[in-house]
């Protein structure tokens, strides 16, 4: 089969619709930069769940005008006007309601709490350990026994609470080589730390269960200080 080059990148493109998209771009993206920058949003992190939608909803709105002939700008920017009284009507029932507020942009979740991740975390809620050990890596945090508080935030933030320097004991190592060291296997006595909660023991050679969530995987726990 023979492909038609020109109909597949060019189509029915001509200068004046080519320069005419450069236009509608511009206005489509103007409107949109114009709306981020009234909702008082400096960047993506700080977004919940809700207002992500209503991104989305607004890039929905400008994509077509963009680049299809038959659709008007006016119509689209209605659209606009509509998805922000929505965001605007939704946002004031939040600020009279936290239960509402709660329905809307979720709540923050408790992910680390003396030490150890909370169980039922994995069950409950969409939680990545590898992307949750890079925060914690970005944090300057070497193992779980660093932290004696972590709060995963509804704008996708995440919040550490520290332990001081004489309160640290031995926790899960976050780091890629000492945590690729786990195994089912331990040969040695030593303090090991549980690679699904975080929960450690002092262990002997031998298979073990951890007494706190029943799981077998173990690494060799670590206790050194947070360096700042």
Not at 48 to 64: C, K, M, N, P
Not at 115 to 127: A, E, R
């Amino acid at each position: 089969m023979d492909l038609d080059w020109n109909k597949l990148f060019i189509g029915d493109l001509n200068f004046s619709f080519a320069l005419e998209i450069v236009i509608r771009t511009l206005i489509m993206f103007s409107m949109v930069l114009l709306i981020l920058r009234l909702s008082g949003k400096k960047g993506v992190r700080q977004l919940s769940l809700f207002e992500v939608a209503i991104i989305i909803a607004l890039g929905s709105a400008a994509g077509d005008p963009m680049f299809t002939k038959d659709v008007a700008i006016i119509p689209s920017f209605i659209v606009f006007i509509s998805i922000i009284l929505l965001y605007r009507t939704i946002t004031f029932f939040a600020m009279k309601s936290e239960k509402f507020e709660n329905v809307i942009e979720g709540e923050p979740i408790y992910v680390i709490e003396e030490g150890m991740f909370v169980l039922g975390v994995h069950k409950d809620h969409t939680f990545a350990k590898d992307e949750f050990f890079s925060e914690m890596r970005q944090e300057s945090i070497e193992h779980v026994g660093q932290v004696k508080t972590a709060i995963l935030e509804t704008t996708g933030n995440i919040s550490f609470y520290y332990y001081q320097d004489d309160e640290v004991g031995y926790g899960l190592p976050v780091l890629p080589k000492p945590y690729q060291k786990k195994s089912k296997q331990i040969k040695d006595e030593n303090i090991y730390a549980c690679t699904y909660c975080g929960n450690t023991e002092k262990l002997k050679a031998g298979n073990h269960h951890c007494q706190r969530c029943n799981q077998t995987e173990w690494v060799t726990g670590i206790n050194t200080l947070r360096l700042t």
